[in-house]
Nanobody, 121 residues
Framework: QVQLVESGGGLVQAGGSLNLSCVAS????????MGWYRQAPGKQRELVAT???????NYVDSVKGRFTISRDNAKNTVHLQMNSLKPEDTAVYYC???????????????WGKGTLVTVSS
């Protein structure tokens, strides 16, 4: 079994910062891409940022220059530093990771349960 556990969400005023963390644990042989997605009330889940095991990074345009994704491969963790937060960043943020449990298995997507980020105006 694999678990992803997020932390770091909360309430912050516009212009403030939060740092989200996600730790993957369980039967893990290797992790490919890790990332963060978010889902605002009444909206579809959207990609926020992803980072591959080699360090290639992708951001949605709306967070470029404000959010920074990073990972620690040795600790199976991924972080999302969020600066200059805006009310429109309010959402549940989900951690995602592509994980295989042995060398010959395929990568499968796993999700955390989410952490709520609320940005007040």
């Amino acid at each position: 079994q694999v678990q992803l556990v997020e932390s770091g969400g909360g309430l912050v005023q516009a212009g403030g910062s939060l740092n989200l963390s996600c730790v993957a644990s369980g039967s893990i042989f290797s992790i490919n891409a890790m990332g963060w997605y978010r889902q605002a009330p009444g909206k579809q889940r959207e990609l926020v940022a992803t980072i591959t095991s080699g360090g290639s990074i992708n951001y949605v345009d709306s967070v470029k220059g404000r959010f920074t994704i990073s990972r620690d491969n040795a600790k199976n963790t991924v972080h999302l530093q969020m600066n200059s937060l805006k009310p429109e960043d309010t959402a549940v943020y989900y951690c995602n990771a592509e994980i295989r449990y042995r060398l010959t298995s395929t990568y499968m997507p796993y999700w955390g349960k989410g952490t709520l980020v609320t940005v007040s105006s």
